[in-house]
């Protein structure tokens, strides 16, 4: 499924946090969001799964405008991850991970053989079976992140969102949980500060600033020194090859970091096949 941003501007308390962001996703793609804090990776996802609604412009799936899908047919397309969930509910980690098939069912419909089945080759792929009886609330940070991309997997929806989706990860889950992400043949959108996962498992990058989109395109090309230390405020040594860079970082001055970033006047699409 194609996921279009049209010229979407965002704004929360009164302030632009994304401002006429243009960008397509096409089918099976991973693309991964890359910014400081506050550049509006995931605000920008929320317009994406209808949790803010753009002030200008607008979002598509395979054409069509998310704010005219009912919230059903809004589920079916997008599932959702995110960095942080609740914990305060008394579910086991099955029960949990099932809830993502209820977008399929009608009301008050009951659990199929077949949501079953998906279930639990959802747990297997994010290695939670084993944990399929404990209590949410009573898990890590870690297997609660791996519960939520079960949820998500159980979903089967075309357009999968991660928000921070390495949080709470040790080093081995967080390539497990990017390897999975990479083989669904989904299209995923995801909110990343690893530049590092993100050059290992992206097909394309974006990075915002101060809410606008300052580069697009294939993370080796768009991964440059000049753009890091402008960006994120560090200066990087480029290890590796040419298409599988590895970065080390060092940490700059405050003094000396800027981002030199205006918004286009015109919503013109950045492309990330740039």
Known sequence: ???EFDGVT???GGRNVVQQASLAVEPGEVVGLLGPNGSGKSSLLRTLYRAVKPREGT???DGQDVQRLTGRQAARAVAVMLQDSPTDFDLSVEETVLLGRAPHHASFGRDTPDDLRIVDEAMRRTEVTDLRDRMVATLSGGQ???VMLARALAQESPVLVLDEPSNHLDISHQHELMSTVRSLGRTVIAALHDLNLATQYCDHV????????VAAGA????FTPELIRTTFGVDVRILGDSQYPV???????ASAR???FTPSASPKESSVNA
């Not at 974006?206 to 989109?213: D, K, P, Q, S």
């Not at 993370?219 to 768009?222: G, I, L, T, Y």
């Open 1 to 3: 499924m194609r996921v």
């Open 10 to 12: 965002v704004a929360l």
């Open 59 to 61: 979002v598509r799936l």
């Open 144 to 146: 609660r992140q791996r």
């Open 206 to 213: 974006v990075v915002l600033a101060e809410g606008g989109i």
């Open 219 to 222: 993370p080796a090309q768009v």
């Open 247 to 253: 970065f080390a970082f060092h940490r700059l001055a």
């Open 258 to 260: 800027g981002v030199d």
